[in-house]
């Protein structure tokens, strides 16, 4: 693993905050030079700690209107089964994200569609056609409050806090 500094981590958190911010205005935020910062950039890239860049598309604005989540319980725990489900959903543009969980499922899958029928048709033709799944339990979202995939980046030598945490009680 690649130790991070404070400049570091200033990098990482000004990224998530703009992917598209200028080398020389992402230098002036951390108090590099525009060459030291490039060179950072990429050896957090090459070291993987930057996985990509990439925009944040609205899903209305492609027509999808439904999200769920749809936990799915397979048949039996074996890496032949986790296989032959992993290799089936791959397949399916309509899964954003796959999550292996621990209790009584064993994924859970974040699925975007356009209607209802598009999902009716989704869960009996995509997912439970897949010989290895036992069953499969969907929720709607009706609503997201909070959607927000930034990570804590704290500064190197200090204790991550929660949002607010240094804010005065009275404005918490």
């Known amino acids: 693993m690649i130790d991070l500094d404070r400049i ?9 905050q703009n992917g598209r911010i200028s080398n020389l205005e ?28 990439a925009a944040k598309i609205s899903p209305a604005a492609l027509g999808f209107s439904i999200c769920v989540m749809v936990s799915v319980k397979l048949a039996k725990q074996s890496p032949d089964a986790a296989e032959q489900f992993m290799t089936a959903i791959r397949a399916q543009p309509e899964i954003t994200e796959c999550l292996l969980v ?8 974040r699925v975007w569609v356009k209607d ?14 897949i010989p290895c799944v036992a069953e499969t339990s969907t ?3 009706l609503e997201t409050q909070s959607s927000n995939r930034l990570l804590n980046v704290p500064v190197a030598g200090r204790k991550a806090r929660p ?6 009680a009275d404005r918490v």
């Open 8 to 16: 570091d981590r200033k990098i990482l958190a000004t990224l998530q």
């Open 26 to 53: 992402l230098a002036e935020a951390v108090g590099l030079s525009p060459t030291p910062c490039a060179r950072r950039i990429k050896r957090l890239e090459e070291a993987g700690v930057i996985e990509g860049y």
């Open 102 to 109: 621990t209790g009584n499922v064993d994924y859970l899958l």
């Open 116 to 129: 209802i029928e598009a999902l009716r048709s989704f869960i009996r033709e995509a997912l439970q056609a």
């Open 139 to 141: 929720m709607v979202i």
């Open 163 to 168: 949002r607010g945490a240094d804010l005065p």
